[in-house]
């Protein structure tokens, strides 16, 4: 309900192989979750429908292994913020990576939409 791009999800015959997930948000509860004072259910809980969003939490990028290294996720998540762009002012992406790769690719998706890129400790 937050924004119809929020979830996206590529797929083939064989059925889905990129999902992601975003969450749209406000500068008070990504400060929130980036300081530890709220969890990623409470960021999805807390966030009402239907407002200004200026913020976005990239939650997940999920890839199938043979089809990693291509390029499709981050220009999936940069469209799909795009699209959510167009009815709210986001300036600021923020991340908890899992690993070096995940947050080598939010900061590639920062850079081509030039938002300012936030990292979970």
């Not at 929020?6 to 969450?23: H, R, T």
């Amino acid at each position: 309900k937050m924004h119809p791009h929020a979830v996206s999800e590529l797929e083939d015959a064989n059925g889905p192989f990129i999902w992601i997930l975003l969450i749209p948000t406000t500068k008070q509860w990504m400060e929130d979750f980036l300081s530890g004072r709220i969890n990623e259910k409470q960021l999805f809980e807390q966030t009402a429908v239907g407002i200004p969003y200026t913020c976005i939490y990239l939650c997940s990028a999920m890839v199938l292994e043979e089809y990693r290294r291509q390029g499709r996720a981050t220009e999936m998540t940069c469209n799909a913020i795009r699209a959510i762009q167009k009815d709210h002012k986001i300036e600021t992406l923020f991340v908890w990576p899992f690993n070096e790769a995940g947050r080598k690719s939010a900061e590639r998706i920062g850079k081509e939409l030039g938002l300012e890129v936030r990292i979970k400790q």
